[in-house]
Structure formats: structure tokens, C-alpha cells
């Protein structure tokens, strides 16, 4: 059997988002979607970034992976909301455990920042994010018998 991978996980600074929008631009063209160039985009998760509502995540030797976690106050408490906006590793590199490295962190990250849940929305096909997100906890608020065409994640961040 072989021996779990240590991946490299950190939180990016504005200085890293360069590396971050390249991730982020291929995410979307690997999936078709629009996206801005990766100037542009690097310029926008920069200024996030110093904002202090959005952490974003690297992870992996290239990097090959990366998140981006926004923070909000929550309503019904005095503490943080998590919304996983975004999660993408390289396609070489998937099923090697990098998503779940920095999946960790995220979750880490959200617990030392004191916060209630964190939630994401993962699309119905996505069968390997939803198997991620539900070994990691995660439970699914569509209902039983519901239609899904887009999933919605929520984990407890308290009392874990």
C-alpha cells in the first residue's frame, strides 16, 4: 500500500494571486464557463484578499490547486459564515488527495476564525466533489425526493 501524499497547503497573499487567477481562469475554461484574463482576475482576488473577507487557498507544488473561502457576518450569531466559492485542482493532479489537503485547510481556517458553518453549491454531475464534501461531513439541505440540478453543502464548524 502506498503511503498517504503530504501535500503543501497555504493561505495566499495578495502576492500569490497571480498563481490563484491562473487556476481560477483554467477552472472556467476547463468547464466552459466565462472568465475574465488572469490580470484582471489576479488584480480582483488581490484586492479581496486585503479586503479581509475573502481567504484564499494554495496548495500542491505548482500550485496545483486552489479555494477561495468568502466571510460574512452571521445573522443568528456573533460569528463567521463560510462560503466556499470556489475549489479547483489541476486534472493531472485530482484523486491524489491535494482537493482534500486544502479542503482541511479550509475547514482549519474556519474554525481558528470562530466560525458557525461554511457552505458551498456543487452542481448535480459533479459527482467527485460531492463525494469529497460529503467524506469531509458535509450534509446536502435539498430534500429527499427534491429535483437537484445544483447541490448545497453545509458543514457545522462548531463542536468538531
Known amino acids: 500500500m502506498l503511503a498517504p501524499v503530504e501535500h503543501r497547503v497555504w493561505i495566499a497573499t495578495s502576492a500569490d494571486c497571480d498563481q490563484a487567477a491562473g487556476l481560477l481562469f483554467d477552472f472556467n475554461r ?5 472568465t475574465p484574463p488572469v490580470a484582471a482576475l489576479s488584480r480582483r482576488l488581490a484586492a479581496l484578499v486585503e ?3 475573502t481567504v484564499v487557498f494554495l496548495g500542491g ?3 496545483d490547486g486552489v479555494a477561495v473561502v468568502r466571510l460574512r457576518p452571521a445573522v443568528w450569531s456573533e460569528h463567521l459564515e463560510c462560503y466556499l466559492a470556489e475549489l479547483y485542482v489541476r486534472p493531472e493532479m485530482r484523486g491524489r488527495g491535494l482537493g482534500r489537503a486544502i479542503m482541511e485547510a479550509v475547514l482549519n481556517e474556519g474554525r481558528r476564525l470562530d466560525a458557525d458553518s461554511i457552505e458551498i453549491g456543487v452542481d448535480e454531475p459533479d459527482l ?3 463525494h469529497l464534501y460529503e467524506s469531509l461531513g458535509f450534509t446536502n439541505r435539498v430534500g429527499a425526493g427534491d429535483e437537484a440540478v445544483m447541490y448545497v453543502y453545509e458543514l457545522s ?3 468538531r
Open 157 to 159: 464548524l462548531r463542536g
Open 51 to 53: 479586503g479581509g473577507d
Open 128 to 130: 467527485g466533489a460531492r
Open 30 to 34: 476547463e468547464f466552459g464557463e466565462p
Open 61 to 63: 507544488d505548482g500550485p
